[in-house]
């Protein structure tokens, strides 16, 4: 590895979160934590993962796991978005295999008075004791990340009561009572808000706004029903100096609203090419991003050429963090990750126009 000297001292996700050369291609993976290593399986326990989630040791040595399995630049929080609506007594848990459930959904404005603020210090403690965990073991160039989800994403499960794949409760409320739908996406907007500087207080060096499923909108509705809300939570956040980034699948379309929202980094899913992305949401963002996760399941020369064709793409431009385009799929075998890691870090010119 050539470290050219215009590269910054700073944790190299942190410096390509803001658009400076780095000492490498920083990379990191959602879902690292969790789901494909053995290590995390033998540790985990029966139950719902909220149950994992509440107990801190627990907590940060599984987020440590893939750190030092795989070389990570960046450790993702062992957590979940529908921590907050569980934590103020919504009734939401995650069933194994399933996802988030809600026992008695969200579908009319008498609902919203369930809702309550999110008193991060009493209803979430195990939360900032993790991130307090994992400020002190983390190795200085390994920042944490925090997260929430973005309102859209959280009403989504609020609404349907479960994964969806059509989101038809969830759009029938947004047109047909638009006032209710906002006043909910704002309940969320402030729920994930206070979660997030919670955890920045407590530690975290970043933060990611998951709007997984925003994609199932078109562009006209995700201006009028959501754009506000998320970029509530980016402004909020604007006074803590920690790199924002803004996270969907299938946002092709939406890219240069997520940027619009007020992220520092948009992460792009593997349907759109990352060279096209950047040029989508423009020169003012880095980019976090974006091989197909089912690529990780191939052979590894496969593996290898769809990366390659990554960093191809971005050209070593600052501003560029290796992901894959969502999170990494159970079944990956952890060696494939360990290999990518390693092939990034040999391979990518991280804005220093130097080839290593
Ligand atoms: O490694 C990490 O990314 C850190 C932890 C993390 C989890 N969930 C733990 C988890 C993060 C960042 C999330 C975010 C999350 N949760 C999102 C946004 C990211 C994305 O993938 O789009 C969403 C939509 C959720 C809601 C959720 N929680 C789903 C859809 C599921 C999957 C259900 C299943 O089992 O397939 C969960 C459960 C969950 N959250 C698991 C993990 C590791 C798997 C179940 C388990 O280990 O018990």
Redesign the pocket.
């Known amino acids: 590895m050539v470290a050219a000297s215009a590269a910054s001292t700073e944790a190299p996700f942190l410096a390509a979160c803001r658009r400076q050369p780095a000492t490498r291609v920083p990379v990191w993976f959602?879902?690292?934590?969790?789901?494909s290593l053995p290590e995390y399986h033998r540790i985990?326990g029966e139950g719902?993962?909220l149950q994992?989630i509440k107990q801190p040791e627990l907590a940060a040595e599984i987020t440590l796991q893939p750190v030092r399995r795989y070389g990570v630049d960046a450790a993702?929080?062992?957590?979940?978005?529908?921590v907050p609506v569980h934590a103020i007594g919504l009734g939401v848990d995650?069933a194994?295999?399933?996802?988030?459930v809600v026992d008695e959904p969200i579908r009319r404005a008498a609902d919203l008075e369930r809702i309550r603020a999110l008193e991060p210090d009493e209803d979430v403690p195990y939360v900032q004791e993790t991130v307090r965990i994992l400020a002190r073991e983390l190795p200085p160039e390994v920042p944490l990340i925090g997260?929430a989800?973005a309102p859209f994403?959280v009403a989504s499960y609020l609404i349907e009561g479960r994964?969806s794949r059509d989101y038809a409760h969830t759009k029938a409320l947004m047109w047909s009572e638009p006032a209710t739908f906002h006043r909910l996406m704002a309940a969320i907007a402030e729920l994930s808000l206070a979660s997030l500087r919670a955890q920045v207080e407590a530690g975290a060096r970043a933060v990611q706004l998951?709007d997984?499923?925003a994609g199932a909108l078109a562009p006209d509705d995700y201006r009028e029903h959501v754009l506000a809300h998320s970029a509530r939570i980016f402004a909020g956040l604007a006074d803590l100096d920690v790199p924002r980034i803004h996270f969907g699948?299938t946002t092709g379309e939406l890219l240069p609203l997520l940027a619009e929202a007020g992220a520092d980094v948009v992460g792009v899913d593997f349907r759109v090419p990352i060279d096209v992305a950047w040029a989508r949401v423009g020169p003012g963002v880095a980019v976090q991003g974006n091989l197909d996760p089912v690529a990780c399941l191939a052979p590894f020369e496969v593996t290898a050429a769809k990366a390659r064709d990554v960093l191809a793409r971005v050209g070593g431009r600052p501003g560029h963090i290796f992901n894959l385009g969502?999170?990494v799929l159970p079944q990956t075998d952890p060696a494939n990750l360990e290999r990518l890691v390693e092939l990034v870090h040999a391979e990518g010119r991280a804005g220093t126009g130097v080839a290593s």
């Open positions: 959602m879902r690292q934590a969790g789901r985990r719902s993962i994992a993702i929080l062992y957590s979940d978005i529908v995650i194994p295999g399933v996802g988030p997260f989800g994403t994964p998951f997984s499923w699948v969502h999170g």
